[in-house]
């Protein structure tokens, strides 16, 4: 049996080898090499073998497991997919124009309206500037029009916003206690309770922390791949980075989280089942949760639960309750 | 005459078969992340060694099998982006057995363990080998996004690998 730090050595050597020969070598010189590394020993194949074989683990994980990784490890700024484009215009032909909520709305007055969706419904509008909005589940958009000033405010849930830019008629988003304003942009506004995020897909926007009053100075800029979060507890506002596909992952019915705690993942899980889940213990609200939720199986995700969380799940005809698993309710 | 040269042929390829094959199926499935494509390529190189006609032409004969098993994997490697590309478009649309809660547990259990062994590494380390093993990339592209140089990348891929097998070969031999 050899050593461990034989054994290491061993697998290091393998894994070296294994990245040598990972892309097209036109000389076949490193093959050769390779080959006369594997005939000194029969253990260097194996160990070869060994390292190729969890490669193939990794690179054969379904694809929820593979993009929670992704989340997790690669994140600061995949470059866009090549496949972006392609679905961003499968979606705005998608984009429907919803009629009877347009009734009676005049194009410059001041006439508010409300979109509104239903639990694990997504919905697409086109506003009457152009600008697309697309609604996440159980959301609620009230939107009031002026000549100078185009005001949407968020009252709870999430929505995608692709912004016609008019410099002289901004763009304005509310969202509780933070306001985003357009500066040729699209960009994802999520309301959580009094917790708000926003990620930018496109162009840039301002974001301004209301608390403070009208103070310009609590105003801050993203840009495409940043990520801005409000959380009523802190005293400033946090930025991070999000690759667009993931920001906007909901529209094709994927819930992406990265980093949240786990009372803000489940209540916009929620937004998106028929079968609340409730936190019962409020220290499970502390854990974080990085990965992806299916919106059609978000039952399959809860159950899977108590793998990677100390809690347990107890299922109820209406409800599903979590718990920690300490208590033993 | 051709029947003569023929059946040296087939000998030399069944040698060659004998003496390397263990060595070009890890080669493929180090290529392929597979070992079921890998081991489907190794099939099909061979039947290209034995219906060659240029044999005089070649001075290696290993050299040469290797050179058209590493061809084909790239042709697999082309038609499998292809596909994938197309796969994700189409994401919403996958077959539902995905999703069962036995499958989405053992999902969940496979990956934790996976996912600790890379919280263990440095974040570069960790970062360079998703994006080339989950995400597909090539350590030129990876390269860019991480503002490093390729060997930088290739380092740190084999870091993460040696690392991981390790790590698992602990958990999973008790």
């Known amino acids: 049996m050899a050593s461990q730090q034989q054994q290491d050595t061993l697998l290091r050597a393998a894994a070296d080898w294994w990245v040598r020969l990972r892309e097209p070598d036109d000389s076949g010189d490193t093959i050769e090499q390779w080959l006369a590394w594997t005939a000194e020993d029969e253990r260097h194949l194996q160990a070869f073998e060994h390292v190729s074989a969890l490669a193939e683990r990794f690179g054969q994980l379904d694809r929820v497991s593979r993009q929670a990784l992704i989340s997790t490890f690669s994140r600061p700024a995949a470059p866009p997919r090549r496949w972006l484009p392609l679905a961003a215009a499968a979606s705005i032909a998608a984009v429907v124009l919803s009629g009877a909520l347009y009734v009676g709305w005049t194009r410059f007055g001041n006439a508010t309206q409300v979109l509104q969706s239903a639990v694990a419904q997504n919905r697409n509008f086109t506003l009457p500037d152009g600008t697309k909005v697309a609604l996440g589940g159980a959301s609620t958009l009230t939107v009031q029009y002026s000549r100078d000033r185009r005001s949407v405010e968020l009252n709870g849930g999430e929505a995608f916003f692709d912004v016609v830019h008019d410099a002289q008629r901004p763009f304005v ?88 705690p786990l009372s803000v993942v489940i209540a916009n899980l929620n937004r998106y089942t028929n079968k609340p889940v409730h936190i019962l213990d409020a220290d499970l609200n502390a854990l974080t949760y990085t990965g992806t939720v299916r919106a059609d199986a978000i039952d399959s995700w809860v159950s899977a639960l108590p793998e990677v969380f100390p809690l347990q799940v107890s299922k109820e005809a209406d409800r599903v309750t979590l718990s920690d698993a300490k208590y033993r309710h | 005459m051709s029947t003569v040269t023929l059946s040296v042929h087939v000998s030399d390829i069944e040698k060659l078969f004998r003496e390397h094959n263990l060595a070009l199926i890890a080669f493929l499935q180090c290529r392929l992340n597979s070992l079921s494509d890998a081991q489907e390529v190794a099939q099909e190189a061979y039947l290209r060694m034995l219906t060659m006609d240029n044999r005089e032409e070649v001075d290696s004969l ?85 503002k490093l140089s390729e060997r930088m990348v290739r380092y740190h891929v084999a870091h993460a690998l040696a690392h991981c097998r390790a790590y698992v070969d602990e958990k999973e031999m008790p």
Not at chain 1, 244 to 258: G, H, K, N, V
């Open chain 2, 62 to 146: 290993r050299g040469y099998l290797f050179k058209i098993a590493g061809n084909l994997a790239i042709d697999r490697l082309r038609k499998r982006k292809v596909r994938s590309d197309f796969a994700v478009v189409q994401s919403h649309d996958e077959p539902v057995d995905e999703q069962s809660p036995d499958h989405h547990a053992v999902a969940v259990e496979q990956v934790a363990g996976l996912r600790q062994a890379l919280r263990e590494l440095p974040a570069k380390a960790s970062q360079a080998f998703v994006m080339h093993v989950i995400e597909g990339r090539d350590f030129n592209s990876v390269a860019q996004t991480m």
């Open chain 1, 173 to 260: 988003v509310k969202a509780g206690e933070v306001s985003v304003h357009d500066i040729g942009t699209a960009f994802d506004v999520r309301r959580t309770g009094e917790r708000v995020m926003v990620a930018v897909t496109q162009g840039r926007v301002a974001i301004a922390d209301l608390r403070a009053g009208a103070n310009q100075n609590n105003m801050l800029e993203a840009t495409a791949g940043q990520r801005v979060s409000f959380d009523p507890d802190a005293t400033a506002m946090a930025i991070d980075t999000i690759a667009p596909a993931q920001a906007t992952a909901w529209r094709s019915d994927r819930l992406e989280f990265i980093d949240e």
